[in-house]
């Protein structure tokens, strides 16, 4: 298996525009997690769907944040309009369950800088 | 709710010495404990987990981690650092959600 596949790797915008990431969990995988790895605030969950339900978004910073998994093979998390403090590596993980017990396989992350 | 802390923000080591970092949780009940690392430029990789059982956990690359509940800890070992262990090790719980540590940063030298 690839494993949980992230694109793009590195994201440089503007302020102000619109920003999609994209991931692509595991085969099999019925739980996927978004997380924000910043120097100030560390690890964040940002929302997880199980079964492509989102179960927990209680992490989303803001309205200007959304994520959608329209299928089992796909989620995106989408960041309209970009703002310099939403600079961060955002990492999608995927696991079996969910349950948060068991482990969680992330992807390389995407480098996000807005300018 | 639950926390956790890692108190080291850096370790460095010499290679072929021992290895602790130290990982302390809150949580009312007995948690689910993770150590993973993650080398740069990477996504996070499990090296072991506790559920319940044998208080002393083996992981993959000849680490291993103590649950002690007396001392809300579990930390991590290793008995000799190779090069290739420089990495940033992140410890978690999970409660009611997996929440991680800010995470300690290993390096070796040589």
């Known amino acids: 298996d690839a494993g949980v596949i992230q694109s793009p790797r590195h994201e440089v915008t503007e302020m102000g525009q619109e920003v999609t990431l994209r991931c692509k969990p595991i085969?099999?995988?019925?739980?996927l997690f978004w997380y924000r790895q910043t120097m100030m605030r560390g690890l964040e969950l940002l929302i997880y769907f199980n079964n492509n339900v989102p179960i927990d978004d209680s992490g989303m910073p803001e309205d200007r944040f959304s994520a959608k998994m329209p299928n089992a093979s796909f989620s995106t998390l989408k960041i309209q309009p970009s703002e310099p403090r939403d600079s961060a590596v955002y990492f999608c993980?995927?696991?079996?369950?969910?349950?948060?017990?068991?482990?969680?396989?992330f992807g390389s992350g995407t480098q996000l800088s807005v300018l | 709710a639950q926390s956790v802390t890692q108190p080291d923000i850096h370790i460095t080591v010499s290679e072929g010495a021992s290895l602790e970092l130290r990982c302390n949780y809150s949580y009312g009940a007995t948690p689910y404990l993770f150590w993973y690392v993650q080398s740069p430029g990477q996504g996070l990789q499990l090296l072991l987990k506790y559920f319940s059982g044998d208080t002393l956990v083996q992981g993959i690359k000849g680490f291993e981690a103590e649950f002690k509940r007396s001392q809300s800890s579990f930390n991590l070992r290793k008995p000799s650092v190779h090069w290739s262990d420089a990495a940033e090790y992140f410890c978690a719980v999970y409660g009611n959600k997996l929440v991680f540590g800010a995470g300690t940063i290993l390096r070796v030298k040589s």
């Open positions: 993980a995927s696991s079996l369950t969910g349950t948060g017990r068991e482990k969680l396989f």
């Open positions: 085969s099999g995988h019925n739980s």
